[in-house]
């Protein structure tokens, strides 16, 4: 393109210059001498209003009409060049219009199959590629953006290194029902559930670090808060306690509110999400409750109007409906430590004195969106370890190099991992994660 464009996003930069944006229309209206076009170009919407006369006054009678007739009658998602003076208008969202003086059709659109009008999720699925051009779904990838930039932001500035663990994996890292193999050059393997084991053994070469890549679990599960193929940050650090740990996580959190705050408040208003409970989440401290004290409390109130739950026992687990009753109840995001060692990994540390419990957490977002962030201490003996593996039905061979940490210099570290769709839909207050990423993957679904 020959002319130097400008960003919607910038367009307050430029109140009565003359600016072009190359856009795509995403709805048009008006009657008579006047158009009105509502513009896109990913980074905002905003409208354009074109002046029947004023265009005839600038190309003459011919070439002025034939230019305004053309705007009139252009088709949703038209790809435009669009010229005209930027003006303020407190009527608009934006705050901002453009009074056009001049538009170029570089592609055109037909039949576009998304309309104003209301679609089911099935057809909205089909043509996700379609579907990430629409108002909301443009602001939850700023707010998914936002929350990977304010990540790196935050493990820079804590001193942490980025580590890159295999997306192909020789063995399981969690669950061994929940993989995905594949043959490797006539060997299993298997799609990364996690980078945790390896993340380890980057902690105890370069101290603090962290890994963001996709992970993926074969969960035949078809809930809200469930995709196949996720984003998952992890992050590992030596020489730090469980508390610290617990410590690290809320200022990680806190973090990521704070830069979709700073960084995607349009995306917010777009999506009508209530920043001022945002920032209430920022200035008050997590609340922490023992496993076993949440059972406790979840027994003591299931005879509540509002418990929504079955009955639970110690040594349950929890399902959705505690989980969102237990945040709910506290009314923040809520750590749960010390589950019992049978409902977790193997590679986590017992609870001093207290063996049946582990050293670990999930942080629970309130409003109904559960865990969206799992982490605990490491165990460091290499004598325990090796038993954890065997009573988990895994093969010690598989994890020789995992086993290989707590021979050479062991030393007490903890780490944790933090859904990228989970938090994406915390915060920007949607109801599905399968809105939270490009393109989901789910139970049943691998197109497009």
């Keep these: 393109m020959s002319k130097e464009l400008v960003s919607i996003i910038d367009v307050p930069k430029h109140v009565g210059e003359e600016v072009t944006i190359g856009s795509w229309v995403a709805n048009k209206s008006g009657k008579g001498k006047i158009a009105f076009l509502q513009l896109r170009d990913g980074s905002a919407f905003f409208q354009g209003v074109a002046f029947k006369p004023n265009f005839i006054e600038k190309f003459g009678e011919e070439a002025g009409l034939e230019k305004f007739t053309a705007i009139k009658h252009l088709n949703q998602e038209t790809a435009v060049l669009v010229t005209g003076t930027v003006k303020e208008d407190e009527r608009s969202k934006f705050g901002y219009e453009l009074d056009i003086t001049d538009l170029e059709i570089v592609g055109e659109s037909e039949n576009y199959p998304i309309t104003p009008k209301e679609h089911g999720t099935d057809f909205l699925m089909d043509h996700r590629h379609l579907w990430l051009r629409s108002r909301k779904q443009m602001a939850i990838m700023q707010i998914r953006n936002a929350i990977i930039y304010a990540s790196y932001e935050f493990f820079d500035q804590n001193g942490f290194i980025k580590f890159d663990s295999p997306i192909l994996s020789g063995n399981a890292a969690e669950n061994t029902t929940d993989l995905f193999e594949t043959d490797y050059f006539g060997e299993p393997a298997f799609l990364s559930q996690s980078g945790q084991l390896y993340l380890e053994a980057g902690a105890m070469a370069l101290g603090r670090v962290f890994d963001f890549g996709p992970v993926f679990r074969a969960e035949k599960s078809k809930t809200r808060r469930h995709l196949t193929e996720f984003w998952m940050m992890d992050a590992e650090y030596p020489f730090m306690s469980h508390e610290q740990s617990l410590d690290l996580q809320e200022a990680y959190v806190k973090a990521l509110i704070q830069g979709v705050l700073d960084r995607a408040p349009q995306a917010l208003d777009i999506l009508e999400r209530d920043s001022d409970l945002l920032r209430k989440y920022i200035a008050e401290p997590f609340k922490r409750v023992s496993y076993d004290d949440a059972i406790t409390l979840l027994q003591e109130h299931e005879a509540d109007e509002d418990a929504d739950y079955e009955h639970v026992e110690h040594g ?71 038993e954890k593996i065997r009573e988990n039905g895994l093969n010690p061979d598989d994890y020789a190099f995992y086993l290989d940490l707590r021979k050479y210099g062991s030393v007490p570290h903890c780490g944790f991992g933090l859904g990228l769709e989970r938090m994406v839909t915390f915060v920007a207050g949607t109801k599905h994660i399968r809105e939270a990423i490009p393109f989901p993957r789910m139970l049943h679904r691998i197109k497009p």
């Design 316 to 386: 349950d687990d929890f399902g959705s409906p505690h989980e969102t009753w237990i945040s709910n109840y506290f009314g923040l995001p809520t750590f749960v430590v010390n589950y019992p060692a049978s409902l977790k990994a193997f590679y986590m540390k017992p609870v001093p004195d207290n063996p049946d419990r582990v050293l670990c957490a999930d942080l629970l977002a309130p409003e109904g969106y559960g865990e969206i962030i799992g982490g605990s201490e490491r165990e460091t003996n290499y004598d325990s370890l090796l």
